[in-house]
């Protein structure tokens, strides 16, 4: 008999679980592209706008189906939303002093960053297959990182870029600690809605302004809300019920390798071969990390 569309497949999951993966993939692949196209707007600003207006939209629909939370859930929502908070601080900054590909491939890091961290504290078993593909991506990442490491200015791109990935997988972790019993719209609201908090205080005391740019970076600013966190970001939360955290970690490099294309079509960044290379081996390296699952 043929599962319906609801149904849960391997592990629990639903059968459209590839399917939201896509979607994620996809939709994080255009944040990059939206915060270069922000070029009169602080990356705080570009932060805090970003988790605030997602917060914002998820409002109403967190007051209709509000359910209490325990003091453990809310303490790792809490973490959770500060590692995200910090994660876009120092990630959006250095896309200020960098390419869109060599900041996303020096980001690309933290699935191996995650997969070691959810080991040790979550006892996540850690499959050969996945440890082969982490090491192909990783050898992706450094063929983009070789490459740009020479520049002084891109060197600081590239460090901001290291810590955000730092930044990301504190993101995770408590993240799949949380969603093993939240429902994800209570998980997703009090997790951007904290961050969109830290983020907001850190615009003020940095002496940023909310105010005065241009209506395309308003529009920009909404869909990278929308399209890259509302449905990017809320669709690997939602995997992490169902998935180690180390394997969507590692997933959501799909974003470097479409965020290149994109910037490669809209802003004319040149790939060249040697990230080509890198991208190609990333990819692989996600192909071998899930053919058990």
């Not at 982490?134 to 810590?163: H, M, R, Y």
């Not at 205080?201 to 909310?210: Q, R």
């Not at 929308?226 to 690997?236: A, E, I, M, N």
Request: aromatic share 14%; charged share 10%.
């Amino acid at each position: 008999m043929k599962p319906s569309a609801g149904s849960p497949g391997k592990e629990g999951r639903p059968v459209y679980f590839p399917l939201v993966f896509l979607l994620g993939g996809l939709s994080i692949s255009f944040a990059s592209i939206f915060i270069k196209l922000c070029r009169d707007v602080p990356s705080l600003v570009i932060s805090a706008y970003r988790t605030s207006l997602v917060s914002l939209f998820l409002l109403p629909l967190f007051l209709g189906k509000f359910e209490k939370a325990s003091f453990n859930q809310v303490l790792m929502c809490l973490a959770s939303g500060t590692g995200l908070a910090l994660h876009f601080a120092f990630w959006i900054a250095s896309l200020k002093y960098t390419t869109v590909a060599s900041s996303l491939f020096i980001f690309s890091v933290y699935p191996f960053i995650t997969a070691i961290l959810a080991r040790l504290f979550l006892r996540e078993r850690v499959p050969a297959n996945f440890v082969l593909g982490t090491l192909l991506a990783l050898a992706g990442v450094g063929i983009i990182f070789s490459l740009d490491f020479s520049s002084a200015v891109l060197t600081k791109g590239n460090l901001l870029s290291l810590l955000g990935a730092l930044a990301f997988s504190l993101y995770f972790l408590p993240g799949r600690v949380a969603r093993r019993e939240m429902k994800l719209l209570e998980y997703l609201f009090l997790v951007y809605g904290w961050a969109s908090l830290l983020l907001v205080l850190a615009s003020f005391l940095a002496g940023e302004k909310f105010t005065g740019y241009s209506p395309k970076a308003y529009l920009y600013l909404v869909l990278l809300a929308v399209v890259s966190q509302g449905l990017g970001h809320s669709s690997f939360n939602w995997a992490l019920r169902y998935v180690k955290t180390g394997l969507v970690a590692l997933t959501t490099l799909v974003e470097p390798i479409g965020a290149t294309l994109l910037a490669w079509l809209m802003l004319g960044e040149r790939v060249g071969t040697g990230k080509a290379v890198g991208m190609a081996l990333v990819g692989l390296g996600i192909f071998i990390a899930w053919l058990r699952e």
